[in-house]
């Protein structure tokens, strides 16, 4: 019996070259719009400069800054996972028989509302200086760290930190519960698994200092009643082994809800004792005695 021939009819897609039209130009669209965001990025780096020449003159007046100076390193995220808990560490150290000391040591998160976060003065002769802590970063900013040795020099490190919001971002805590324990302190040794020579910044034995404060900046908004927080921060720290000054710390807005700080000190054995206190006049004190 003759079978008929079955022949698939031929398939044509005339729209084919309209749906490749469209892919083809993906491509350049999506490299175009990556450069102009990579531009964009670069031009808001480098116009953040224009911050930081207008604040200088506030905070140091005309004074010579040397910027990316060999004797400051700056540690900071490139991008913050938390912007309302930017962690960075600072380590300062002068060069072997350098007879100059570290007196002051400046953190600057320039495009926040109030840039100057802590201001720390150093007691003894030290000649390096490891300190770390966790900053409030409002938008994409540089971070800077300025040391001033005995003889007045300034000298800075910076790091470009993008993160946005931390001012205002609301508290971890209701406020019953920040009050509660507000002024509590934790006060610990942290050798971070290093020993050795006290006169080196990375090697030393440091301190971890955390008090319980919520640290509110100010713009940060009730969400029950939708108004501001009143600002309400730990402004002022000292730190003593002994009679000996270690630190003293000035701190504003910028340092983050229950302030911590990561010290190096020399361990001599002596007790350290922290005396704090916050724009509301409240008193708190610490007290931890090492081994030696």
Known sequence: MHRPDFHLPD???PHLPEIRRPLRLAWPIALAALCLASTAAAAQEAGADATWLSLRPDVFGERTIEAQSPLVRLTAPKR???AAMVPIDVEVMLPAGDPRTIAKLTLIVDENPAP?????TFGGARHDIALGTRLRVNSYSYVRAIAETSDGGLHMAESYVKASGGCSAPAMKDEEAALKNIGQMKL??????QTGDATQANRVSRIQLMIRHPNYSGLQIDPITRLYTPAMFVDDIVVKQGEELVFSMQGGISLSEDP???FSYEPTGGALQVEAADTEGRKFEGE???AG
Do not use: Q, S
């Open 260 to 262: 911590a700080i990561r």
């Open 116 to 120: 100057v976060a802590a201001t720390f």
């Open 11 to 13: 398939i044509h897609l």
């Open 80 to 82: 913050a996972e938390d």
């Open 288 to 290: 931890l005695k090492p």
């Open 188 to 193: 610990r040794v942290a050798n971070d698994g």
